[in-house]
């Protein structure tokens, strides 16, 4: 079954790409001369930034439009980031604005002094851009590990605060005409922040701003209102395990989470949190993780370090499934929790067979896991695929 074993290496080259969402420095793949600097080829004619701080992560989107400014067509644009950043940043992909359709560009880390300030990401259109010729690009990515509580401490029932510092010009390598960054937050409540934004609702506005420098910096720091769990899994290993002959696809998950929010000034109160059981309030605890499963799952299970969790609920029917895990107790800020999850599902909705050899191709999604309203950010992902015996 050799589409099989080039299935599997294809996930493995997905993995290594998935553990770029790390806080690990990033590895490089093109080693630059120390004295590298972008060239000054193109320029940006117009760019918007959007932050969104909807959950536990930053999410970013930047549409610019570049143009050719040189004699020459050229095709390699850069992003610059902080060296302390762009270990963060996870998730980065460039399409063509104008035809999202088309297949990503060509992305890589760039290394050209390990003790430079700035660390570059390089960027292939996949077609050149001739001289004076403009070409909108879509750049999205994530920041992990970028949002401190403050207050640090608070108390169990307390709201929780985040404070996320950047710059309101958008990272670049080369001028730009102008730009404006957006920022969308989960709530109106921002008690604190600088530079004066235009404010609208929940959305602030900073800009328009006009030829700015390659590389210039404007610090700015919002600090909002985050009343949920900001969940990170520091480790997850995920096996699929294939029986051919049984016709099953047998799937487990080993979470290591921690609640990177804000820690309790005071000892647990298990009185105080019974109390708030029955009108639900917000709380920056982990009480619960839902996960989608596909409709056809069978047999879930849900373990941690102590044993079996009986806490946990599988609802399924002929649209969806979902299985439910309630931790034995709330996660709160710097609290750790560690569990593995597994269940079956059918072979026959994930493999196919090659009509003109005697090859099967499998067909799995990377990642599954806990789909919530604050998200869940992911610093390191083995995916394992256990082949049937014999498999070649």
Same mark, same amino acid.
């Given at each position: ?7 599997? *290496? ?22 630059? @001369? ?8 193109? $320029? ?10 909807? $959950? ?11 143009e050719n400014i040189d004699e020459k067509q050229q095709k390699e644009y850069y992003i610059p980031f902080n060296t302390e950043v762009i270990g963060k940043v996870g998730g980065l992909e460039v399409r063509d604005k104008k035809d999202p359709e088309k297949p990503k560009f060509q992305t890589e880390v760039?290394?050209?002094? @390990? ?7 390089? &960027? ?6 001739? /001289? ?11 920041? +992990?590990?970028?949002? &401190?509580?403050?207050?640090?401490? *608070? ?7 985040? +404070?996320?510092?950047?710059?309101? %010009? ?12 957006? *920022? ?23 800009? @328009? ?5 390659? #590389?210039?910096?404007?610090? =700015? ?35 290591? +989470? ?6 309790? =000034? ?17 709380? !920056? ?48 800020? #710097?609290?750790? %929790? !560690? ?23 499998? /067909?799995? @999604?990377?990642?599954?896991?806990? $789909? ?5 950010? %992911?610093? /390191? ?8 015996? #014999?498999?070649?």
């Amino acid at each position: 079954m050799r589409s099989l074993k080039r299935i599997t *290496i294809c996930v493995g080259v997905f993995a290594t790409i998935c553990a770029a969402n790390s806080t690990a420095p990033l590895s490089s793949h093109i080693i630059l @001369p120390d004295n590298f600097k972008p060239p000054q080829v193109f $320029k940006n004619v117009n760019l918007l930034r959007n932050i969104n701080l909807d $959950k536990g992560y930053i999410k970013e989107r930047i549409n610019v439009v570049i143009e050719n400014i040189d004699e020459k067509q050229q095709k390699e644009y850069y992003i610059p980031f902080n060296t302390e950043v762009i270990g963060k940043v996870g998730g980065l992909e460039v399409r063509d604005k104008k035809d999202p359709e088309k297949p990503k560009f060509q992305t890589e880390v760039v290394e050209y002094d @390990p003790y430079s300030p700035t660390q570059f990401f390089k &960027i292939t259109l996949p077609e050149p851009l001739q /001289k004076s010729s403009q070409q909108t690009l879509s750049i999205s990515y994530h920041l +992990l590990s970028s949002l &401190i509580p403050l207050p640090a401490t *608070i108390k169990q029932d307390d709201k929780q605060y985040l +404070l996320y510092t950047f710059s309101t %010009y958008s990272p670049s390598a080369y001028l730009t005409q102008k730009q404006k960054t957006k *920022i969308k937050f989960p709530t109106v409540e921002i008690p604190d922040f600088t530079s004066e934004p235009q404010r609208q609702g929940s959305t602030f506005t900073y800009g @328009p701003y006009e030829n700015t420098p390659a #590389g210039a910096e404007q610090d =700015a720091s919002v600090r909002y209102e985050f009343t949920k769990p900001v969940i990170h899994a520091t480790r997850l290993e995920r096996d699929i395990e294939i029986s051919q002959w049984g016709g099953n696809l047998a799937t487990e998950e080993r979470y290591w +989470l921690t609640n990177k929010g804000a820690s309790l =000034a005071s000892h647990f109160s298990r009185v105080t949190w019974a109390t708030t059981q029955y009108y639900n309030p917000p709380t !920056s605890a982990l009480r619960m993780l839902n996960m989608p499963l596909n409709i056809e799952s069978l047999n879930p299970y849900f373990i941690d370090d102590i044993g079996n969790v009986s806490t946990s609920r599988f609802r399924t029917n002929r649209h969806e499934a979902t299985l439910e895990l309630k931790p034995r107790y709330p996660v709160f800020g #710097g609290w750790n %929790y !560690s569990f593995r999850t597994g269940w079956d599902a059918s072979l026959k909705g994930f493999l196919r067979t090659l009509e003109l050899s005697d090859g099967h191709v499998l /067909k799995i @999604p990377f990642l599954e896991g806990p $789909k919530m309203g604050e998200g869940v950010s %992911y610093e /390191k992902v083995e995916l394992r695929v256990i082949l049937p015996e #014999g498999a070649t």
